[in-house]
């Protein structure tokens, strides 16, 4: 061991693993540890489930269904919505607000009798990726379904955090 942050490799006998250098990731590379290059985002996916109703509560076109504060800086790379009653004669539409301003070019539908974001025809689309730590995030009802509201929606923000 020579460097701060070194580890001990074996294959045939022990040997020093030296430290990976910034953006270096441990991966295992022909069954033996190697120090890597990241592609990309290397920070675990998370999510965030907001209940906008109770499970079978009744939506309604309402601003600030719900809000939460970001716990910490958050790169967005997915949204999605569910329902577990669909809605009938109508589509859902929801919006999604960081501090006041939209972060959604197209907004989230949820099509007539489905009950799920996921096989929308026409998908969200993210404008603003980056949400910012202890940024207030609401959720509004912009388009419930005429014959049958909607009941016990949800929305998922899915992304990582940014370090």
């Known amino acids: 061991m020579t460097t701060k942050g070194d580890m001990v490799d074996y294959n045939t006998e022990r040997q020093r693993l030296g430290i990976g250098t910034a953006n270096q990731i441990l991966q295992v590379k ?14 675990p996916t998370l ?23 970001m716990p910490f800086a958050f790169t967005l790379t997915e949204v999605r919505a569910f329902v ?13 607000e960081e501090s006041g301003s939209t972060i959604l070019s197209t907004l989230i539908t949820i099509d ?18 980056a949400l910012a730590d202890d940024s207030i995030i609401s959720f509004n009802c912009d388009q419930i379904g005429s014959s049958t509201a909607g ?8 992304g990582y955090e940014t370090v």
Do not use: H, Y
């Open 47 to 69: 999510s965030f489930i907001v209940s906008l109703t109770s499970e079978t509560g009744d939506l309604t076109v309402a601003d600030d269904l719900a809000q939460i504060r």
């Open 112 to 129: 007539v009798s489905e009950k799920t974001s996921e096989s929308a025809a026409t998908p969200p689309v993210i404008s603003d990726t």
């Open 151 to 158: 009941a016990g929606a949800k929305i998922m923000l899915i």
């Open 30 to 43: 022909s069954g033996l540890p190697s120090w890597q290059t990241s592609a990309g985002n290397i920070a």
């Open 84 to 96: 577990n009653t669909a809605p009938t004669g109508a589509a859902l539409t929801f919006d999604i």
